[in-house]
């Protein structure tokens, strides 16, 4: 049998979905009456088509979900994983990392 994963983490900006949450969308998110999630402009925000199978796959093997961001709109990056019904994900934000912070 293949050895999977403890623990797969994912981040979200040009991971899940393809913009950054911090300044390509404009929180707060809410879901339209058409389905479709929109910012607070009337945009529609929409994940990565292949993401709620891979993260469905996951699940499916058992394999525990989390989020990892550093951006500073964590209220926004939330709400998107609740409406996009990924709030099963363990979100971790670091928005104080950046290139001087990496130890490399």
């Known amino acids: 049998m293949e050895r999977l994963p403890k623990l ?6 040009y991971t899940l979905w393809p913009f950054w949450v911090d300044t390509h969308v404009d929180p707060p998110f809410h879901r339209s009456s058409d389905g479709a999630v929109r910012d607070r402009r009337g945009q529609a925000v929409r994940l990565y088509p292949e993401v709620p199978e891979v993260l469905r796959r996951l699940q499916d093997l058992g394999v525990p979900v989390a989020a990892a961001s550093r951006t500073g709109e964590i209220e926004g990056a939330k709400q998107l994983l609740e409406l996009f019904d990924l709030d099963r994900c363990y979100l971790h934000s670091c928005p104080e990392w950046n290139e001087s912070s990496n130890p490399n």
């Open 8 to 13: 797969a983490v994912f981040d979200l900006d």
